[in-house]
């Protein structure tokens, strides 16, 4: 019989134990994996819970800006409105409540981030570089008399460095024209970038003096739009456009200068570019603004039948008012010739002509309205000589409406609420309650004097119970512009935005859990709607959780 080796059943021993390790670490491997991937799934969970509670605050806005302008006064407005927009909750769960905040950038007379609110920030306190581009008003405009940079202006605000060379001999500096006149207020701007964005967005292939077109893109491998864009990120395809000009040192978009972002901020300040620059032009610009429509349904003042602009006036106002208007655009504006042309057959200057109210007289409606209104604010301190019924003569008659601040104070409301010369496009208009002092200094004719004015004057979160507040005559129904001047400014200007801009962050107790998104909707519909939708989750929460919720 063979004898067995008594060393060889101890190594079956250790084989034994060899396997029974690897399974135990193949078992604690496994586990671990599974412990790890049911955290991954309770995060992802509740990262998908964050970003559907930026879904509701996105809907939560929308349901907002459906309601007519009192419903939403009565909820507290949209500027600043933590008891509506702050720390909303969406659902309870038992790791903790899941929740959202609605906020918007506070901004300095000049631009510059302070503090952080809850609310919506309308978008008509920017620039719309569509319309600019695109605009006939901007075209034929004189110019911002406000020309370069708030501090270059005469403002109080700090003036900006000089900017950097362009490489053009000062001494042949090109002429500006008035649409980069717009772009020349934003802070670090030089004319070739201004000029270059113009080519970029303007619809023919022509150079500016300084810009870029077709041919200088080319060895980029792409073209200028020549179009509208859609987002300002378009803008860092433009020559001499940067990241740094466009969004500024704020680079996680919280409104404050954080600790890694000081060293990008002082770098800038270098540049020459003053506080302002610390969210970049992108602060002062956008693509897309518009006035909220009326939503009384106005009255036409250039409508063809006289017989029923009569009656609409008449039922709103009184038969003398809707017969000084007929009378009007039958026989246009009364306009007194000069001395030397106004004289009798004797040679004699004649008496002037003493105007007279209507008090109740008629014209015949049947006659033609050649004459058309161009703006509302014609019938103010306006007159016209016309003939009335049962009457030879020629009357001047005077409006009812009359050229006197205390006056206007009480009827520019009713004016302003019913009457239209027609369709009124109010895209690109800017928002005077809300814009800061760069923007209000692109608007043409909107002078220092006059932006300081408005500044000190104006309603910021649209709480005032004063109707004027409501409508973009109120600078002229305070004394701040005569008539003319706030009829050169209404095609630039208005109160009521229909684009809003908002962060919406969604959040829990617990630590890491968020979401956060930058969204403009256009409530200028029927039914509010999307237009950007920019994911900042990447960019952290941007805000401190603490700050969000109700303590």
Request: proline share 6%; charged share 20%; net charge negative.
């Amino acid at each position: 019989m063979k004898k067995t080796d008594p060393k060889r059943g101890g190594f079956a021993i250790i084989l034994v134990l060899i396997v029974i390790a690897l399974l135990s670490l193949g078992a604690y491997s496994f586990t671990d994996l599974m412990v790890a991937q049911q955290h991954g799934t309770i995060m992802n969970g509740r990262h998908t819970q964050a970003q559907a509670a930026v879904a509701s605050g996105v809907e939560y806005i929308k349901d907002y800006l459906a309601l007519d302008a009192e419903s939403q006064l009565l909820l507290g407005a949209h500027y600043d409105n933590p008891a509506y927009f702050q720390d909303v909750l969406v659902a309870t769960e038992p790791e903790g409540t899941t929740r959202f905040s609605i906020i918007s950038i506070v901004e300095d007379t000049y631009g510059s981030p302070i503090g952080t609110r809850f609310g919506l920030q309308d978008e008509g306190s920017r620039i719309n570089i569509n319309h600019v581009v695109s605009s006939d008003a901007y075209k034929s405009a004189g110019g911002s008399s406000a020309q370069g940079s708030p501090g270059a202006a005469g403002g109080d605000g700090p003036p900006n460095e000089e900017p950097a060379d362009d490489g053009a001999d000062s001494e042949d500096a090109i002429d500006s024209d008035p649409q980069q006149d717009v772009l020349m207020v934003l802070p670090g701007m030089t004319q070739d970038v201004a000029d270059a964005i113009l080519d970029w967005i303007d619809e023919d292939s022509t150079q500016r003096p300084l810009g870029a077109e077709a041919e200088y893109y080319s060895f980029l491998g792409y073209e200028p739009r020549n179009g509208p864009i859609d987002s300002l990120d378009e803008l860092l395809l433009v020559h001499g456009v940067t990241p740094e000009l466009l969004y500024g040192a704020d680079r996680n978009h919280n409104g404050v200068i954080d600790e890694s972002e000081q060293d990008l901020a002082a770098t800038m300040q270098g540049m020459g570019a003053s506080g302002s620059m610390d969210r970049g032009w992108s602060a002062f610009l956008t693509v897309s603004s518009k006035a909220m429509p009326n939503q009384n349904e106005p009255i036409d003042l250039n409508q063809d039948d006289l017989e029923e602009l009569f009656d609409e006036i008449a039922a709103v106002f009184d038969e003398d008012t809707a017969t000084f208007v007929a009378a009007f655009r039958q026989n246009g504006p009364y306009t007194p010739k000069p001395p030397s042309e106004d004289a009798g057959e004797d040679g004699e200057p004649q008496e002037p002509l003493v105007s007279e109210p209507v008090d109740g007289r008629t014209v015949d409606l049947s006659n033609e309205g050649g004459n058309k209104f161009t703006n509302v604010l014609d019938l103010i301190g306006a007159q016209t000589l016309t003939q009335f019924e049962d009457s030879r003569d020629s009357v001047l008659v005077d409006s009812p409406f009359a050229n006197d601040t205390a006056s206007m104070a009480s009827f520019l409301p009713d004016l302003m609420a019913n009457f239209s010369t027609g369709d009124v496009d109010g895209t690109g208009r800017i928002n005077m309650s809300r814009s800061c002092q760069t923007v209000l200094s692109s608007v043409p004719s909107m002078n220092d004097n006059l932006i300081d004015s408005i500044l000190a004057q104006r309603d910021p979160a649209g709480l005032s119970t004063d109707p004027n507040y409501q409508y973009a005559t109120w600078p002229l129904a305070f004394g701040l512009v005569t008539v003319d001047e706030m009829k050169a400014l209404m095609p630039f200007v208005t109160v009521t935005g229909g684009f809003y801009r908002a962060q919406v962050v969604g959040y829990s107790e617990v630590p890491g859990t968020f979401a956060r998104a930058e969204v403009v909707i256009d409530a200028t519909g029927d039914t509010p709607k999307v237009v950007s939708w920019r994911d900042l989750t990447h960019l952290g929460p941007g805000f401190p959780l603490d700050s969000m919720m109700i303590q």
